[in-house]
């Protein structure tokens, strides 16, 4: 099913530029299916939407199909200097070719260093492949790839198969003065979108039509009260050119008619010619805004830099985009009925698993959909094995060393036994019997001549290695214990109190304030209250 408004149709001739974005868009339904559309720009680089179609799947049959409408609709190529940014779809390359040959197709890049970055991962070369899609000159592109070709030879081989008219300034057409490198209008449209892709196929086709007609009434009367030659947009953009021509040195040639000039600057010099509004940074024709070079000649003659841009720049090209608007329609129940045949429902098949409502994304596109969400990959910390100061062995370090906790348990033992040694020995020089051997002390009883003489077990001592037992008699001083030292007295500050002063509430007041609050000081008994016996004494 392809749709292309009257509205659109003609507001997209009438002023919009000729760079028109291809995708397509998957449904999510339990049909399934895809939206392809054609989205352009305005003079004010809004969303122009010229066409869109339901198809069953994405090829090349269907790709065909809908550009050769496209083509009927919007004219002819060639005489409108059309051209086609796409994100290389599946079959959208070979259609475009069958049905517009030699029609000028771009490339997003951005989809395109998705491809190269899954082999390549290297920071430096995804630097230089953005500075050769971004050189305005042959020369500065050749140098981006030569750059490209030391660092990897085998990423030189594969960015140049690409055609390099598809994804390099340097090579673009100056036809559609829209110097962009990545498909954004079709992506910002896509998004617009999603929640109606999930909605019945009658319903979508609805809410496309009725978000294109509110966006025309939108940007209709947004630059109604705007007063100037061109849009704000491309005024900013014409400001800030301004300010860096600056740093350029016009030098008139010579001619007659005061159009030639050579500019000088950082990091060439440029030739200018006013007349034919040439520059060989080719920012002026890309764009059809006076570049830097144009600028510093344009104020040399005193002539303004706004006269000599292209018109589909211009506020007169973007009033002439929306002076078309769509048509109402009523509702659904309200709709005459066809005579011819209706269409038939197309066959269903069902994919196994749940229903699929979100892209696959990759793995360096982050997990946040927030607009302003900043999309960062964690890397892992890469440790290097670890060597233990103690023992030298590699693995652990000095912390969870078992032969140092080994080590240091021996040492406590050893320890232990030599201050139980040198106790016992103390106690045995002072003639006494520790008194930590009290199981081998014997008492003498009756000889008894049937039971045979017990002989003691040896017994086991129980060492505490904390805190080692002391043996001796009691005429020796028993250790030293350690007491907490008295607290300090506590000094509190008594507040001081403020001074209060009396002052009777009733000072100054007038006479009737004064009974009023009498009457109602006055104490009322409770209605039906009996007052307490009193006792008799």
Known sequence: MYICLGGCKNGFKSGCRPLIGLDGAFLKTQIGGQILSAVAQD????????????????????????????HEDLGDYKANGSCF????????IVAVEEVMPQVHHRFCVWHLWQNFNKQWKDLELRRLLWDAARSTTFQDFIGNMDKIKRVNEEAWTYLNKWPRHSWTKSQFSHMPKLDNICNNAREVFNTRIKEARSKPIITLLEEVRMLVMRSIAKNKIKLNNHVGKLPPVIQSRLEKVRKESKNWVPIWTGDEAYEKFEVHGQPTNMVIDLGKRLCTCQFWMLTGIPCVHACAALARVNRRPDDFCHPLVTMESYRKTYEHYINPLP?????????????????????PGKLTTKRRKNADEGTSVHKKAKHTVTLKRQLKPFTCKYCGVKGHTKRGCKQKRADELAAALAAAVATVAASKAKASASGSTPATEPSNIVTPGPPAADIPPLVSAPQAEEVELSQPSYGGTQDEAPPPTTTRPPKLPTKRRTPQQPVTTSVDPMQGVSAATSSRLERFMKFVPTPQFKAPRKKNP
Do not use: C, T
């Open 43 to 70: 003079a004010n680089h809004h969303i122009y939407v010229a066409a869109w179609a339901i198809v069953n799947i994405e090829n090349k049959e269907n790709w065909k199909w809908f550009l050769e409408l496209l």
């Open 85 to 92: 940014i796409s994100d290389m779809q599946k079959g959208l």
């Open 331 to 351: 509702g659904q129940s309200m709709w005459e009925k066809s005579a011819y045949s209706q269409p038939q429902a197309p066959n269903i098949k069902r994919k």
